[in-house]
């Protein structure tokens, strides 16, 4: 059985609103035992997610919710101990097939969250959210060796 409780923020869809989340996600993940470097990769793939929704999800206005829950996660029968994060948004509806990374191949700048966050964290989930918009929920086990 899964011991969590979910820090639940709500955000704008602004560039600036996602320090909050970083704030967040830097507490949840130190409290739990993770290693600074786990804890630089954690945020890093947060940061794309949120920054897909901004730029994917709404198209860039501003002012538009998104929802994170930044769970601690203490024991868990299937995935273990680690830190779960949430990502809903009220924007786009996409099939959840079609959310892949661009070929490495292609060098040139941009396009590479859906890669890194799915490099980053253990266990990566897209799925259409009940009333519009999309849901993405990340989670990083914490290493025995953390």
């Not at 940061?47 to 999800?57: Q, S």
């Not at 830190?83 to 590479?112: E, Y």
């Not at 799915?118 to 259409?128: G, K, L, N, Q």
Request: proline letters at 5%.
């Amino acid at each position: 059985m899964s011991d969590e409780v979910c820090i639940r923020l709500r955000i704008a869809s602004d560039p600036e609103a996602l320090a909050s989340v970083r704030i967040e996600v830097d507490r949840v993940a130190q409290s739990s035992g993770f290693a600074e470097d786990a804890i630089g990769q954690i945020m890093l793939a947060v940061d794309e997610a949120l920054t897909n929704v901004i730029r994917h999800g709404y198209g860039g206005p501003c002012d538009k919710p998104i929802d994170v829950c930044i769970s601690r996660v203490l024991s868990d029968a299937d995935t273990g101990a680690g830190i779960r994060v949430t990502i809903r948004d009220f924007g786009k509806q996409v099939d959840p097939a079609k959310i892949v990374g661009r070929n490495l191949d292609d060098v040139r700048p941009g396009g590479l969250g859906v890669h890194i966050i799915r490099t980053v964290m253990d266990e990566v989930s897209y799925a259409p959210a009940d009333g519009g918009g999309m849901q993405l929920d990340m989670f990083k086990r914490l290493s025995p060796h953390e």
